[in-house]
């Protein structure tokens, strides 16, 4: 069991940034991995960048680039950069820590990137 606090979100202007914020807290085990995913109205939720404990990090096509996962083991905390904004980025973003004991979920933070 992990509680994830997300912070950050809210309206963009195309090109531009945002910087999304995950801390997890009470979990009595180390955390593997943590990750954003993005789910649009009618559409499958899709990663958008993992990191694992060892420091490896993942990304789709679509963000490659332009979105940066960093990670401070120490304070269990992840973070999305995300540069170069574009509409069809609009989605809700969602935080996610998961280990041999557990995969936990954020509330969620709505990106929308329109003029």
């Known amino acids: 069991q992990v509680q994830l606090v997300e912070s950050g979100g809210g309206l963009v202007q195309p090109g531009g940034s945002l910087r999304l914020s995950c801390a997890a807290s009470?979990?009595?085990?180390?955390?593997?991995?943590m990750a954003w995913y993005r789910q649009a109205p009618g559409k499958q939720r899709e990663l958008v960048a993992s990191?694992?404990?060892?420091?490896?990090?993942n990304y789709p096509d679509s963000v490659k680039g332009r979105f940066t996962i960093s990670r401070d083991i120490a304070k269990n905390t992840v973070y999305l950069q995300m540069n170069s904004l574009k509409p069809e980025d609009t989605a809700v973003y969602y935080c996610?820590?998961?280990?041999?004991?557990?995969?936990?979920w954020g509330q969620g933070t709505q990106v929308t990137v329109s003029s």
């Open positions: 009470g979990s009595k085990f180390s955390i593997n991995d």
């Open positions: 990191a694992t404990s060892g420091g490896s990090t």
């Open positions: 996610n820590a998961r280990s041999a004991f557990f995969n936990s």
